[in-house]
C-alpha cells in the first residue's frame, strides 16, 4: 500500500509505517491541484490541516482506502463523502488530550492570578501588588461543554482542585468521577469557569453568542482550547465590555483560516483589536495540543490505528 504525506509530522510515524512494509512518498510543499492530479496513486494519505480535502479531490482519489488525520478534528474533510465511498477516517484525538487538558488549566490559573499583566507591569518598572491581586480556583464551579477526550483531560487535571466540575454533552450517559453530567440549563446556572471542548459542527459554529452568554446566571470565565468558530468574537468583546465574562483564555479565533497556520494575512477586525489590547484576555496561536510529547503521541496513535486496520 502507498501512503503520501502532506505534512511534517513526526519521525517515527513513516519510519514504522516503512517498518510495516507500507511506501511511504512525502509532498508538502505542491499545491492542491498538483496533488489531486496525483492521488489517484495512492491507497491512503495523511494530513494535518493544509487544504479542504473536498469531493473533487475525493472523487480523484479512486484507490483510497483511508485517511489519517494527525489531530482531533475533522473539519477540514468531507467526512459523509468519504464515508459514502467506504474511505476509513482515522484520527488521534488520544495524542493530544493530556497537552490540551494543561493548557487550558494553564490558561484559567493564568486568568486569575494576573500574570499577564502583571508580568507586563514588571517589565514596564511597575509594582502594583494591589492591582495584580488574584482570585483562587477552589471553591468554584467549572462547566466543559463537551466531554470526549480533551473534556475528560481538563477534568482530570481539575482534580487537584477544591472544585465542582459539571459537563455538558449531546451524548448521554458520558460523565465520570471526574465530572457531572447535567442539562445545559444547570450548567449554565452554576457555572464560574466555562470551557469548551466540541468539534467543529453546524451546533458548534457561533454557539456562544450573545444569547448564549446572557444565559448564564453569573459572570463567568471562557477557556476556549476547541474550535475558533465557536465563538462569535464581537459578542463575546461586549460581553468582555459589560463584564458579564470576566476574562477569556483564546487558543483558537474565529478568523482563522482551515489550515490554522496564519492569522494576519488580512486586516485586523475591530473585536480582534480589543482583545489583543485587554489586560483580562490571554491569546495562543492555536497550540493547546502542540507539545514535544503530543507531536510523537499523535504520531504514534496514527501509526497504531493504521496498523490495527490493515495489517
Not at 511511504?24 to 496525483?38: G, L, M, P, V
Not at 485517511?67 to 484520527?91: M, P
Not at 514535544?292 to 504520531?299: C, D, I, P, R, T
Amino acid at each position: 500500500m502507498k501512503i503520501l504525506h502532506l505534512d511534517t509530522n513526526h519521525p517515527l510515524l513513516i519510519n514504522q509505517l516503512n517498518e510495516l512494509g507500507f511506501i511511504n512518498d512525502e509532498n508538502y510543499n505542491a499545491s492542491k491541484e498538483t496533488i489531486q492530479n496525483r492521488i489517484h496513486d495512492y491507497d491512503g494519505f495523511i494530513i494535518r490541516s493544509r487544504f479542504k480535502i473536498d469531493k473533487p479531490f475525493l472523487d480523484a482519489a479512486t484507490k483510497l482506502k483511508f485517511i489519517g488525520r494527525v489531530g482531533a478534528g475533522l473539519e477540514n474533510i468531507d467526512c459523509e463523502y468519504a464515508k459514502l465511498k467506504g474511505i476509513k477516517l482515522i484520527t488521534a484525538p488520544e495524542g493530544n488530550r493530556n497537552a490540551v487538558g494543561e493548557h487550558s488549566l494553564a490558561m484559567v490559573l493564568s486568568l486569575f492570578n494576573k500574570l499577564n499583566k502583571a508580568n507586563k507591569d514588571v517589565r514596564e518598572g511597575k509594582w502594583q501588588r494591589e492591582a495584580n491581586r488574584g482570585i483562587e480556583l477552589d471553591g468554584k464551579t467549572v462547566g466543559l461543554i463537551g466531554y470526549g477526550n480533551m473534556g475528560k483531560a481538563f477534568a482530570k487535571k481539575l482534580r487537584g482542585f477544591d472544585v465542582d466540575v459539571l459537563c455538558y454533552d449531546i451524548k448521554s450517559n458520558v460523565g465520570d468521577t471526574n465530572a457531572k453530567q447535567v442539562a445545559l440549563e444547570e450548567l449554565q446556572q452554576k457555572t464560574d469557569v466555562l470551557s469548551l471542548h466540541t468539534p467543529e459542527t453546524s451546533l458548534t459554529i457561533n454557539m456562544v453568542n450573545s444569547e448564549f452568554i446572557n444565559s448564564f446566571k453569573k459572570p463567568f470565565w471562557l477557556i476556549n482550547t476547541a474550535r475558533g468558530k465557536s465563538v462569535v468574537t464581537k459578542d463575546l468583546v461586549v460581553a468582555l465590555k459589560s463584564g458579564k465574562v470576566l476574562g477569556a483564555g483564546l487558543d483558537v479565533l474565529e478568523y482563522e483560516k482551515s489550515s490554522f497556520e496564519n492569522l494576519f494575512s488580512n486586516a485586523i477586525p475591530e473585536a480582534f483589536n480589543f482583545l489583543i489590547h485587554a489586560d483580562n484576555v490571554i491569546l495562543t496561536p492555536h497550540v493547546a495540543g502542540w507539545t514535544v510529547e503530543s507531536k510523537e503521541k499523535l504520531a504514534q496513535t496514527i501509526v497504531d490505528k493504521i496498523k490495527a486496520e490493515f495489517c
